[in-house]
């Protein structure tokens, strides 16, 4: 079965206080062999690259409503006249909050969405074929 990758490459903002936040390269990333969830790879300074794994759904709601609660919280705002979407991050190292233009991330999910329509997820990990093979024995 050949797997499809949607991925975007975009800049963030790191919110460090009110009126004060930092470029952060970032890419967004989906497989359709992982069809719930979505990955995000922050490029920081250090050797290695950050990757934070979630929900897609959170972040196609979070795009319209707040969500989330616990490590991953998504919600949409406005910020210097332009539509943002804001990731609360959370994890034992600490905490982060993140902007995200709003008509980047929409449009990088709504290819998502094409790839592995809402609701198509399960049929993309065969999990029907495999409960069919080991019922049948």
């Known amino acids: 079965m050949r797997h499809t990758v949607v991925e975007r ?3 963030l903002r790191l919110i460090l206080s009110p009126g ?7 890419r967004l990333g989906y497989r359709s062999d ?3 969830a979505v990955h ?8 290695h690259p950050v990757g934070w794994t ?4 959170l972040l196609v709601e979070g795009v319209f409503r ?10 949409p705002t406005r910020a210097g006249g332009r539509g943002v979407v804001l990731m609360a991050l959370s994890s034992p190292d600490g905490d982060a909050l993140l902007e995200a233009p709003v008509p980047q991330v929409s449009a990088w999910l709504e290819r998502t ?4 329509p809402p609701g198509a997820e399960g049929g993309q990990l065969g999990i029907d074929d495999a409960l069919g093979q080991l019922l049948a024995r």
């Open 20 to 26: 004060r936040s930092v470029p952060v390269p970032a």
């Open 113 to 116: 969405l094409r790839a592995v």
């Open 34 to 36: 992982d069809p719930y």
């Open 54 to 57: 979630f929900a897609r759904d």
């Open 40 to 47: 995000i790879t922050f490029h920081t300074d250090s050797d």
């Open 9 to 11: 490459e975009l800049e």
């Open 66 to 75: 707040p969500c989330g609660h616990g490590d991953v919280r998504v919600w």
